[in-house]
Nanobody, 124 residues
Framework: QERLVESGGGLVQAGGSLRLSCAANGRTFSNNTMGWFRQAPGKEREFVSGLSRISGNTGYAGFVEGRFTISRDNAKNTVYLQMNSLKPEDTAVYYC?????????????????WGQGTQVTVSS
């Protein structure tokens, strides 16, 4: 059964860093584009970053502004989101997701498999 499991969230002060991990089983990781989304209370779920497993291309939302880096460890079937210079507005539940194909989609509706989410809280 395909599944995604996130970890690495927590409470951090503004300016701090966190690294989120998304572990996937082999079939999920091999031919999919992986994405990170986030959802703050009362707001829509929004795209944060994506990585095409096939092409290796990466993409980021504008608000990332060079602070986040998405990467992968093929041997561990894990995708990471390194988040630096965190701001209070980055506070949200962060989700890992997988979409079929090579293109990085900004739309959550193109992602067919989701993790359970991990809470990130940034204090001012």
């Amino acid at each position: 059964q395909e599944r995604l499991v996130e970890s690495g969230g927590g409470l951090v002060q503004a300016g701090g860093s966190l690294r989120l991990s998304c572990a996937a089983n082999g079939r999920t990781f091999s031919n999919n584009t992986m994405g990170w989304f986030r959802q703050a209370p009362g707001k829509e779920r929004e795209f944060v970053s994506g990585l095409s497993r096939i092409s290796g291309n990466t993409g980021y939302a504008g608000f990332v502004e060079g602070r986040f880096t998405i990467s992968r460890d093929n041997a561990k079937n894990t995708v990471y989101l390194q988040m630096n210079s965190l701001k209070p507005e980055d506070t949200a539940v962060y989700y890992c997701a997988a979409a079929r194909g090579a293109l990085i989609s900004l739309s959550q509706y193109n992602y067919t498999l989701w993790g359970q989410g991990t809470q990130v809280t940034v204090s001012s």
